[in-house]
């Protein structure tokens, strides 16, 4: 931790020597347009990107977690345990998972460097502090130090505005919805500072059995402009208690209670809080160059609380108590700990040309996280016999990394604009089991691993002379190639992990450390099974546009070698199994439209087809036996998304969207049997804002009242699953509603 604490100091000083830099004092330049300008996608290179605007997002559902937000964009499908839309919820781009979808917040990289995953039930009702978000689909560029697969979410903190003035937002809806909002902005101070803090509590009883969950949220920001420079800080925290809803439910199950959850002890419970802290700085040297240097640190640390039935005594260390022996099947409750601790660096140059704009920058990040598990009570004792800290395992993760990107854009000539990105990436990781409860001598493992990506990727965009067909046309191509180390979960057999006793790590060979003594300490291990995943993606695409009417085709051909998926089943914790595929292939189309079909109506359309297959793929079964799955659809990837909206303004004060929803077939396994299928499914949703001021009540100017009715027909449909002896489902919720007033003051 000193080495941790010691680089954050060095950085926050270096970052404040580059912060009193002023090279044109003539010249102001407004902070809140420039803080993650770089880590975006121009507007003009046409790739496959989406923008949110700040606009569409003050619609939003305020009883959805933020990637449920993120639907009406080709590609992306998200959904979550509790079947509400709030507490642990997850993203897909194309079908890829959250491990290989990056995430920036104001430039800076969400994803937890030792399970690569967003856990955004951390960060309750962090859309109300949000400006707009860009999605980007399929290899990502280098900038902000990313190697996304699926694709990148840019997520942006709301802009500090130059007036005070906030807003409070009440909520309430199905399942017990309900929450409380609160936001102030100081406006401009003296000086050339402003700031804002935004309040927050959430709470649902969830649509499955004992999924609740209860959050807050605090986010505050404070930005600081002179004449050549802009310095905001940005820190963001809360607190979830969220009951456990991971595990899939038998489909025999479900037939008969749409509801149930296989969790039945009352405290199964997850309690984590992730502060996060952030600074951004950015010196104008000249009007085409200006240099960014983001720094961050995220603290996390928390538990989550299991009953367990019939386990071996000796693998909790309870057979250290009296009248208990190893192999002793007893019931016992335990809490899984983890502390985590992430810093970063991520510096950027931007450089203006005549034709053209380079960035130059990387990132580096140093992280270590402590995991530990507790027995509270166990079978035949009191909660007394366990006052002090009772420690069957402890394990630790450190992990180091460090990139560096150049990425150009140049105008060849006319319309044509070519983009080369070279990113070159270093990773290492150390996992060591600590002595703790039973986990002494050749019990202990340990292993270091480490990676070194090249990553080149390039694109051509054409915008075509004049009007063709009465709009405005362009074409775009573009080639890429991104590389993924495994998770520390994807190094352990794909039913148990590092807090199992007696479990090795997946590697080839292995090592016995000796203590001064001769006994065994520990043994260290290398070559691990589970190999880096690599992708060659091509994309091309067309768009069009005029005033009325704009849409986007877009196709992908994405080549893996060694691809990491999921092999059909999920860990005790509720992780999807993983392994290395040899080759596979996933191609598709994606196509935006947006027409204006009459005054103040608009009809929108985000579809998506994909075809993701085994190339080449041997699995190697527990019996002994190899089945090739070679042509076989991949598991857990829908096979079509599609939204369709229709979004009209009948009066200045009232605003209606309606709203359809279809979802394709996925399967649960890689055999590809059809019997082993989420069927595909159709929702309709209806949407209505009143603007009280607009329908004449001067008093309430400011105030708008709506009201969310989702799935009118009360489909039943499940959004993920797996197969083990019988198909298991996590089931969406039927008919519900929200309703919520918002007021500006």
Do not use: C
């Not at 604490?5 to 270096?14: G, I, R, S, V, W």
């Not at 689909?137 to 003035?165: C, D, E, F, K």
């Not at 985000?606 to 190899?626: L, M, Q």
């Amino acid at each position: 931790m000193k080495r941790v604490h010691f680089a954050l100091l060095f950085l926050l000083l270096t970052a404040t020597a580059f912060a009193e830099i002023e090279a044109n004092p003539d010249r102001t330049y407004e902070g809140g347009e420039v803080v993650v300008t770089a880590s975006r996608y121009d507007d003009d290179t046409s790739m496959n990107v989406t923008n949110i605007t700040q606009e569409e997002l003050q619609l939003r559902e305020p009883d959805l977690e933020l990637p449920m937000l993120l639907q009406g964009i080709p590609g992306v499908f998200s959904y979550s345990d509790a079947g509400s839309g709030l507490g642990y919820t997850y993203l897909k781009i194309r079908g890829f998972d959250q491990r290989r979808v990056g995430v920036l917040f104001n430039g800076i990289p969400l994803n937890d460097p030792e399970d690569h995953q967003v856990w955004w039930v951390d960060m309750p009702d962090l859309a109300s502090s949000v400006q707009d978000i860009q999605v980007q689909r399929g290899v990502t560029n280098s900038i902000g130090g990313m190697t996304a697969i699926g694709g990148t979410v840019n997520i942006v903190s709301a802009n500090l505005s130059q007036a005070p003035g906030g807003m409070f937002s009440l909520n309430a809806g199905s399942y017990g919805f309900s929450r409380q909002m609160i936001s102030y902005q100081t406006g401009k101070l003296g000086k050339g500072f402003k700031s804002m803090i935004r309040l927050s509590r959430q709470e649902s009883d969830g649509y499955r059995d004992r999924s609740g969950y209860e959050g807050w949220g605090v986010f505050w920001s404070g930005q600081y402009e002179t004449t050549n420079t802009s310095t905001r800080i940005n820190i963001y925290t809360g607190k979830e208690l969220t009951h456990h809803a991971w595990d899939a439910v038998p489909a025999s199950i479900l037939a008969t209670n749409r509801t149930a959850n296989m969790e039945t002890y009352h405290n199964a419970v997850d309690d984590f809080r992730q502060p996060h802290y952030e600074l951004h700085n950015t010196v104008f040297f000249s009007d085409n160059l200006s240099l960014t240097n983001r720094l961050y640190y995220i603290n996390g640390e928390g538990f989550y609380e299991n009953y367990k039935e019939d386990q071996r005594a000796g693998d909790y260390a309870l057979d250290i108590l009296p009248g208990v022996a190893p192999d002793d099947d007893i019931d016992l409750i335990r809490q899984k700990w983890v502390r985590k601790d992430h810093a970063g660096w991520v510096p950027g140059l931007e450089w203006n040309q005549d034709r053209g704009r380079l960035l130059v920058g990387g990132d580096w990040y140093t992280f270590h996280s402590d995991h530990w598990g507790d027995v509270m009570w166990a079978e035949g004792f009191t909660p007394g016999d366990f006052t002090e800290q009772f420690k069957y395992h402890e394990y630790t993760g450190d992990k180091d990394a460090f990139s560096l990107y150049a990425n150009q854009r140049y105008r060849i000539v006319g319309g044509l604009t070519a983009t080369l990105d070279l990113h070159f990436q270093h990773k290492e990781y150390s996992f060591m089991q600590n002595e703790a409860g039973n986990f002494t001598g050749d019990l202990r493992n340990a292993y270091t691993v480490d990676y070194d990506f090249f990553n080149p990727k390039g694109a051509l965009h054409w915008q075509a002379p004049g009007r063709v067909v009465g709009g405005e046309m362009a074409v775009y191509g573009s080639v890429g190639r991104n590389h993924r180390e495994p998770t520390d979960g994807e190094l352990f057999d794909t039913w148990q992990s590092g807090s199992d006793l007696g479990v090795q790590p997946l590697f080839k060979r292995s090592r016995e450390v000796l203590k001064a003594d001769g006994s065994v300490d520990y043994v260290e291990w290398f070559d691990p099974y589970v190999q880096e995943e690599r992708v060659d993606d091509y994309e091309v695409g067309l768009s069009w546009q005029n005033p009325h009417v704009s849409f986007t085709l877009g196709g992908y051909w994405m080549d893996f070698q060694n691809e990491i998926v999921a092999l059909g089943g999920v860990s005790d914790d509720g992780s999807s199994i993983r392994g290395n595929a040899g080759r596979t292939l996933h191609k598709g189309l994606e196509l935006g439209l947006r027409a204006r079909v009459a005054h103040a109506h608009e009809l929108s359309l985000a579809a998506s087809r994909s075809w993701d297959e085994f190339e080449e793929y041997f699995f190697h079964d527990y019996d002994g036996s190899v089945h090739d799955y070679s042509g076989n659809p991949i598991s857990l990837f829908p096979s079509h998304l599609l939204m369709v909206s229709w979004d009209a303004r009948w009066t200045p004060g009232v605003q209606t969207r309606l709203r359809l929803r279809d979802t394709g077939r996925q399967h649960l396994d890689n055999t590809g049997n059809k019997d082993r299928t989420i069927d595909p499914w159709t929702t309709v949703d209806l949407s209505l804002w009143f603007d009280l001021g607009g329908l004449g009540a001067r008093a309430l100017e400011g105030a708008r009242v709506f009201v969310h009715l989702r799935n009118l027909g009360d489909t039943e449909y499940e959004t993920w699953g797996y197969w083990a002896t019988e198909n298991y489902y996590t089931p969406a919720a039927g008919r519900n509603f929200a309703v919520g007033l918002d007021y500006n003051f």
